[in-house]
């Protein structure tokens, strides 16, 4: 079974991430409290424990999940490969907008880390809110595919 296994928000836009237990989302800002959120397209970034993992092997470090800078971390899936998929957190839905593309950040964090992350949707997925209300840390997770 998938479950949600993080939280992180950052309160301004490059700033440090802050892991939460926890967390309010809504359909006009996202996760509550974090900068991103009011991104249309862009309002919640997903990453993947197993497509993570790969990455740092292949970089042969072992990074913690937050210098992705994403915002959720689930566990027990591959992330989603295609836009449109609907993923079930908990009471919430979201919709995947697009892959989240390794940037020039990742390569900042760590030499080699953003050609790891481009891969099979590594990096994980941008969503955007459908259904609102609150998650947790160890909230089920499902991806609904549409055809």
């Known amino acids: 079974m998938s479950e949600l296994i993080g939280i992180a928000i950052t309160r301004k836009i490059m700033g440090e991430m802050e892991e939460i237990e926890s967390a309010n989302v809504s359909i006009s800002s996202g996760i509550e409290g974090d900068a991103r959120g009011k991104k249309r397209n862009r309002q919640i970034t997903i990453l993947f424990e197993d497509d993570w993992y790969d990455a740092c092997k292949d970089i042969d470090k072992d990074l913690h999940w937050t210098k992705r800078r994403a915002n959720l971390f689930v566990k027990g899936m591959r ?69």
């Open 79 to 147: 992330g989603p490969q295609k836009e449109g998929d609907i993923i079930e957190i908990g009471n919430i839905k979201l919709k995947v907008s697009f892959e989240t593309d390794p940037c020039e950040v990742m390569e900042s964090t760590y030499q080699g880390l953003r050609q790891a992350l481009e891969p099979k949707w590594r990096g994980g997925v941008c969503c955007s809110v459908i259904d609102g209300g609150i998650i947790s840390v160890g909230d089920k997770v499902q991806i609904k595919t549409l055809p």
